[in-house]
């Protein structure tokens, strides 16, 4: 059983920056890919970005690249979300999630994760 817990949502207005932590519990987290979701009120829970066990491969929809990084600590048992530049339509519940399972790559689909956390909430301000 993995215990994920997010941390780090806010409010801020748009241009500012945030930083997303998700601290997982367990033994084996260096050998998740872990991925970052997202979720507005009215719309399906999407896909914002994922690395890979080691941090060597990352991967980002299209509508943050450039402005969100994600990186790991796998000392820690955390993978962080750097957001900047955040705009309005960056508002919504961030999910962190872990894939357990060794993929080719990287997984975008929330089905393809095992375990998510409970959520932290991102309100972006215009």
């Known amino acids: 059983q993995v215990q994920l817990v997010e941390s780090g949502g806010g409010l801020v207005q748009a241009g500012g920056s945030l930083r997303l932590s998700c601290t997982a519990s367990?033994?084996?987290?260096?050998?998740?890919?872990m991925g970052w979701f997202r979720q507005a009120p009215g719309k399906e829970r999407e896909f914002v970005a994922a690395?890979?066990?080691?941090?060597?491969?990352?991967y980002y929809t299209d509508s943050v690249k450039g402005r969100f990084t994600i990186s790991r600590d796998n000392a820690k048992n955390t993978v962080y979300l750097q957001m900047n530049s955040l705009k309005p339509e960056d508002t919504a519940v961030y999910y962190c999630?872990?894939?357990?399972?060794?993929?080719?790559?990287?997984?975008?689909?929330?089905?393809?994760?095992?375990?998510w956390g409970q959520g932290t909430q991102v309100t972006v301000s215009s």
């Open positions: 690395i890979s066990w080691s941090g060597g491969s990352t």
């Open positions: 367990g033994r084996t987290f260096s050998s998740y890919t």
């Open positions: 999630a872990a894939d357990t399972t060794l993929r080719r790559f990287l997984a975008t689909m929330t089905g393809k994760y095992d375990y």
